[in-house]
């Protein structure tokens, strides 16, 4: 897993810069905005999924929709490398167009549940950086799931009974952003970005170039 440059300068592990939130609380948003500003350095998963599909969304875009026994084949290949039951239906990220990002020295970003997020921290750990975005009140949080509007009311009401199960989960990520003004939370998630790709511990062969560096005049004329 790893980005490399030819300039000289060190090269990083690539990262998976986790999204987690309760449904409408902006994070879906948040990730194509950051995707259309960093361009090719940032690969969005576009995860598997047995829920329907809603009218806006493209299969392929948004989701690949599959069916349950699609989905069970799947995943008893091994093809995922997480997934989880979220509001009666199946969601997994498919392991090998993540693998291809990372390998083509892309950064990775993720919009996945808490369940997905643990099972990510215990098979990539340190290359994994994960965001809990808050809505700034509940009434914020049900007015977005009602403007949506392509959900019904009965499934609006289950995802806000449902919203204090995922956010008692906020204290497992790395990061908090509360999305009171979306322009705002974008640039914060943006800094997050920014600034894990400058830890010490994702930069390959530092050693060499500093002493590359450090060496004097004289070690370097032969
Ligand atoms: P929605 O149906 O609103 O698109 O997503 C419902 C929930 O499923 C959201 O919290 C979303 O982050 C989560 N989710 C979407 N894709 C995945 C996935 O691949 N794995 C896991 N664990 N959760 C996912």
């Known amino acids: 897993m790893s980005a490399t440059r030819n300039d000289g300068a060190p090269g990083r592990r690539g990262l998976l810069l986790v999204l987690s939130s309760p449904s409408g609380a902006g994070k879906t948003t948040i990730t194509r905005r950051l995707v259309?500003?960093?361009?090719?350095?940032?690969?969005?998963?576009?995860?598997?999924?047995?829920?329907?599909?809603?009218p806006d969304e493209i299969d392929g875009?948004?989701?690949?929709?599959?069916?349950?026994?699609?989905?069970?084949?799947?995943?008893?290949?091994?093809?995922?490398?997480?997934?989880?039951?979220?509001?009666?239906?199946?969601?997994?990220?498919?392991?090998?167009?993540?693998?291809?990002?990372?390998?083509?020295?892309?950064?990775?970003?993720?919009?996945?549940?808490w369940q997905g997020t643990q099972q990510l921290a215990e098979s990539v750990r340190g290359d994994l950086v994960r965001v809990f975005i808050l809505p700034p009140s509940l009434e914020a949080l049900e007015e977005r799931l009602k403007r949506r509007a392509q959900d019904s009311a009965a499934v609006v009401a289950q995802r806000m009974s449902r919203a204090g199960d995922e956010m008692r989960h906020y204290d497992e990520y790395d990061y908090v952003v509360v999305n009171t003004e979306l322009g705002q939370a974008v640039a914060d998630v943006q800094a997050i970005l920014r600034a894990e790709r400058l830890r010490r511990s994702r930069l390959r062969g530092l050693d060499a170039f500093v002493r590359g560096l450090t060496a004097g005049p004289e070690d370097q004329s032969d």
Do not use: N
């Open 36 to 54: 259309e500003l960093e361009g090719d350095g940032l690969a969005i998963s576009v995860s598997h999924t047995t829920r329907p599909k809603r």
């Open 61 to 113: 875009r948004d989701y690949h929709f599959v069916d349950q026994a699609g989905f069970a084949r799947l995943r008893e290949r091994g093809a995922f490398l997480e997934c989880a039951e979220v509001f009666s239906h199946w969601y997994g990220t498919a392991r090998d167009p993540v693998e291809s990002a990372l390998e083509a020295g892309r950064d990775v970003v993720f919009d996945i549940d």
